[in-house]
């Protein structure tokens, strides 16, 4: 089991250029979701998918996308990068998204976008 | 609404001594309440969760946390601290469904 993997690890990008983070998670699970993680900021969601063909807006949805076309796969996009998206960026997965179930995360993605 | 604060943004222990990280949040409800940590470079581990029930919980690494509902607060605790403790510190609350709200973290440094 690998569990949740993303790539890349690093990324620079310039202002208004696309990307897509890509996460896999080998768990079978149905619930995935993206974060961004700031200084003295935690955590906050981004996107979520409770199963595949279904997501949803989190706390920071703003410059991002997402789709759930397989269970295992949950990319995230950057249609136009804006250096307010430099952060780091970790996505992960639970069996079904209850409220009790452990979620497990990525090694993450640090973005810069200059 | 939700939120989750960890007053202490950076804490300092000599390896030996004991450890108390503190998270206040605050919920309508019976909160669902998880503490994360994060080694450098890496990305987070659940070290232990609370639901309901003993308000002791104990965790994975020699952990344990404490529900304390009437001051609306969940401290991390550790007897003794170890030189690969060094980490990052995080306290969530669960929102609707999965979704966490994370508290801003504790940085702990541990002194040799």
């Known amino acids: 089991n690998a569990g949740v993997t993303q790539t890349p690890k690093f990324q620079v990008l310039k202002t208004g250029q696309s990307m897509t983070l890509q996460c896999a998670q080998d768990m079978n699970h149905e619930y995935m979701s993206w974060y961004r993680q700031d200084p003295g900021m935690g955590l906050r969601l981004i996107h979520y998918?409770?199963?595949?063909?279904?997501?949803d807006q989190g706390e920071v949805p703003n410059g991002y996308n997402v789709s759930r076309s397989t269970t295992e796969d949950f990319p995230l996009r950057l249609l136009s990068a804006a250096p307010s998206q430099t952060s780091v960026y970790f996505c992960?997965?639970?069996?079904?998204?209850?409220?009790?179930?452990?979620?497990?995360f990525g090694p993450g993605t640090r973005l810069t976008v200059l | 609404a939700q939120s989750v604060t960890q007053p202490d943004i950076h804490i300092t222990v000599s390896e030996g001594a004991s450890l108390e990280l503190r998270c206040n949040y605050s919920y309508g409800a019976t909160p669902y309440l998880f503490w994360y940590v994060q080694s450098p470079g890496q990305g987070l581990q659940l070290l232990l969760k609370y639901f309901s029930g003993d308000t002791l919980v104990q965790g994975i690494k020699g952990f344990e946390a404490e529900f304390k509902r009437s001051q609306s607060s969940f401290n991390l605790r550790k007897p003794s601290v170890h030189w690969s403790d060094a980490a990052e510190y995080f306290c969530?609350?669960?929102?609707?469904?999965?979704?966490?709200?994370f508290g801003g973290g504790t940085r702990l440094m541990v002194k040799p």
């Open positions: 969530a609350v669960v929102k609707a469904g999965n979704m966490l709200t």
């Open positions: 992960a997965s639970s069996y079904d998204g209850g409220a009790g179930d452990e979620q497990f």
């Open positions: 998918s409770v199963g595949a063909g279904i997501t």
